[in-house]
């Protein structure tokens, strides 16, 4: 059910322009979470995908609700990596059009069990200049951006704009020379800071909660969905042995966690 949000979100006044209609689908109560937002590349690298992935578990552990906006790539691997229910995701459509489509049954499930905003009515379709709103909502709605990875001329280093001008706190990844050049250059200028140690950046929100997936290293990377041949490369004999007990399924030639 798309419902319309009637009270005033008080980050949300760091925008160019507060929202004139916010409507959303889910857990309303997410929205007084502590809550980070992680956006990057459509096509980051592997290394990029991993430590997205173990980054927003474990921060989903701590309490921290993650914010994105339902992409592929480093969206869809934030989303899935901190699960659901801990998840907040940022819509560039009306909230009857599950965009984009290849990403509609993680979409449904954030509906369910996390939240899903959007400043756009029931209708509207995916146009290309929604997203720069869409985009600085996400960047609002937390006191911190993670750039997982950014190309230097990028829809994602439109989010750092809006960040720097919120005089929010951005934090990047390290990252090889000539990938994520966007990375870098935040860097280089002085406007990011640098995650050196996973462990030691979520040591700032709280006390940890430990589940069986989050505590098996091998279910924990199937949370990202890698492609059978990624997931024999992890580990054969645990994707065997979890396949016999019924702990993962493969479809499609992806490996998908069967709920617990």
């Known amino acids: 059910m798309i419902a319309k949000i009637d009270f005033e979100i008080d980050s949300l006044n760091a925008m160019k322009k507060y929202p004139e209609n916010l409507y959303y689908k889910g857990n309303i109560e997410l929205l007084e979470s502590k809550k980070i937002s992680v956006v990057g590349s ?18 989903a552990l701590r309490g921290i609700k993650i914010v ?4 592929i790539g480093i969206d869809a691997i934030a989303h ?15 909230l009857d059009v599950r965009y984009p ?41 937390s ?31 390290p990252h090889r020379l000539g990938e994520s050049e966007g990375s870098s250059q935040l860097l280089k200028e002085g406007k990011a800071k640098l995650i050196y140690n996973i462990d030691e950046f979520i040591e700032q ?4 909660e430990k589940n ?14 890698p492609t059978y041949e990624e997931a024999m490369k992890k580990d054969a004999t645990k994707l065997f042995e979890y396949e016999l007990l019924g702990k993962v399924e493969v479809k499609n030639s992806k490996v998908y966690i069967v709920s617990l």
Request: hydrophobic content about 40%.
């Open 42 to 59: 459509r096509k980051p690298n592997q290394y990029a995908r991993n430590i997205t992935q173990e980054l927003c578990s474990k921060l």
């Open 68 to 71: 994105s906006g339902g992409a």
């Open 80 to 94: 899935k990596s901190a699960g659901a229910a801990n998840t907040i995701m940022v819509a560039g459509t009306g």
């Open 101 to 141: 489509a290849v990403n509609k049954n993680l979409i449904q499930e954030i509906e369910n069990k996390g939240l899903v905003l959007s400043q756009f009515a029931k209708g509207e379709p995916s146009r290309r200049y929604n997203f720069p709103l869409r985009n600085e909502l996400i960047v609002a709605l």
């Open 143 to 173: 006191d911190i951006l993670i750039v997982a990875y950014a190309d230097l001329d990028s829809g994602t280093m439109r989010s750092v704009e809006y960040a720097l001008k919120m005089e929010k706190e951005i934090y990047v990844f």
């Open 205 to 208: 929100f709280g006390t940890r």
């Open 212 to 225: 069986e997936v989050d505590e098996d290293e091998f279910l924990l990377f199937c949370k990202t969905n």
